[in-house]
């Protein structure tokens, strides 16, 4: 007398059904995963030593080559002494000394094609548009997924070769 009872009925999946399917599921992230990969090498600068450690991990294991700077005026000289191309800069804006705003503009001035990410723990409805007004190829904000990080390097860096 109290409740309601429902019964549901699904249809059974054969044992090579399931096996198929698992299979198209394991392959399809294996590929997504994969394809997050590259070789290209980034310029990480952050003022916190355990985020550009983070950073670089999470991307050394995708196979980068990761340059690190501390500062802005420590980003212009690993930029320009760099033995091989920077394919891409991950540049937070909250720098002591020269800001990061300042050296995105000047990195930019000396290389128009690098694209630049801004990092920044700040206020991302004020800093995202002043980010991308200056050119900026993406804004992320602080904190971030490892994921998300190697997500956002792969796709500007994708489009930037496009």
Do not use: C
């Not at 080559?65 to 930029?79: D, K, N, T």
């Not at 800069?89 to 801004?118: C, I, K, Q």
Request: glycine fraction near 6%.
């Amino acid at each position: 007398g109290v409740g309601t009872q429902f019964r549901v009925y699904l249809p059974r999946a054969a044992a090579e059904q399931l096996r198929v399917a698992t299979a198209q599921r394991t392959s399809a992230a294996a590929r997504a995963a994969q394809s997050l990969d590259g070789t290209e090498t980034i310029l990480v600068v952050d003022d916190e030593p355990a985020l550009r450690l983070l950073m670089r991990a999470v991307l050394g294991y995708r196979g980068y080559q990761v340059i690190e700077a501390e500062s802005g005026e420590e980003s212009l000289r690993r930029f320009a002494e760099s033995p091989v191309p920077v394919s891409l800069v991950l540049m937070d804006v909250n720098l002591p000394g020269l800001s990061g705003w300042e050296a995105m503009v000047r990195l930019r001035s000396h290389n128009p094609r690098v694209p630049v990410v801004v990092l920044s723990g700040g206020f991302a409805d004020e800093e995202r548009p002043r980010a991308l007004s200056l050119g900026a190829a993406e804004f992320v904000s602080k904190p971030f997924t490892n994921e998300s990080l190697v997500s956002i390097v792969r796709t500007v860096l994708d489009r930037a070769q496009a």
